[in-house]
């Protein structure tokens, strides 16, 4: 079972999945997380799983091990219980996807797009061994680079019903935290959002990443790959060269969201 679920996980890295996919039963009140890959999902869910641990004094803690069974990755297991056990919190799903009317309710978390380029890249290069030459033809493939990167924000603005800035995370978390809790219409003290966010730094995901790392099986990932790689913005500037930034100018203005992306002030960098 474990090698199905790596080979299914790989696949839709991979972009070679063509059907969406669900839990196996859906729920009216279910949310979804969802972002281009490694655009910050992960960090969300920590912060968000901390605070459902502690509002609702479960006796366990958030880890990349018992993610899956607080704020669940629908890539690894559609069979996700109806009742997660986090009252008055919804199930909060995890995906990649574009946009779909399915997702009744949902969290778009949203990253530079050059700083999820360099980050997706050595995610697929790697932590997946994924043979690619270097960085430009990265960025020019069809399903991973800043083409797949457009069509997936494309589909989402407009349709989420909150939309978190992974630069904005950074320099004020708790006040976008606070944007999800409005959605969930869960009042929490402020001093347990203050404290799940500390307990989700980078730091400390980095050490639990460093102290278990048997996770990594699941998600096919290499055992040396650093998944709380750097965790900084404007790494764009180190990678893009002058070609590369003709080639994502000429994507962006192909797809025709060099508005949103001055809206959401990203065109400056």
């Known amino acids: 079972m474990l090698h199905n679920v790596i080979i299914n996980y790989t696949r839709r890295i991979l972009g070679i999945n063509k059907k969406r996919l669900f839990p196996s039963k859906m729920r009216s009140d279910d949310v979804w997380l969802v972002s281009f890959p490694k655009s910050g999902n992960t960090w969300v869910r920590f912060i968000l799983g901390n605070l459902m641990i502690d509002y609702c004094k ?20 559609k069979k996700i219980p109806l009742d997660i056990g ?18 009744k309710r949902s969290i778009y ?20 061994n994924k043979n690619i030459k270097n960085f430009s033809e990265f960025l020019k493939d ?14 989402w603005i ?28 869960i009042k929490i003290d402020e001093e347990k959002i203050r404290e799940s966010v500390r307990k989700s730094s980078f730091d400390k995901m980095k050490e639990l990443e460093n102290k278990d790392q ?18 900084t913005t404007e790494q764009g500037k ?10 994502f100018n000429e994507i962006i203005a192909k797809n025709g969201i060099k508005g949103t992306l001055k809206k ?4 400056k960098n």
């Open 86 to 103: 986090f009252s008055p919190f919804p199930r909060i799903i995890k995906s990649h996807e574009k946009y779909t009317k399915k997702y």
């Open 142 to 155: 069809e399903k991973l680079g800043i083409d797949a990167w457009c069509k997936n924000v494309k589909s």
């Open 238 to 247: 180190k990678y893009f060269r002058d070609e590369d930034i003709n080639y």
């Open 264 to 267: 959401l002030e990203y065109e």
């Open 58 to 77: 479960k006796g366990t803690t958030m880890n990349f091990n018992t993610m899956q069974n607080i704020v669940p990755d629908i890539y690894l297991n």
């Open 158 to 185: 407009g349709n989420a019903d909150v939309i978190i800035k992974f630069e904005d995370l950074k320099i004020n978390p708790e006040k976008e935290i606070k944007k999800i809790l409005e959605l969930l219409k």
């Open 214 to 231: 048997s996770w990594k099986e699941k998600h096919n990932l290499n055992k040396n790959y650093s998944f709380m790689r750097k965790g």
């Open 109 to 128: 978390v949203i990253r530079d797009p050059k700083d999820a380029m360099v980050s997706y890249y050595h995610f697929m290069k790697d932590g997946h």
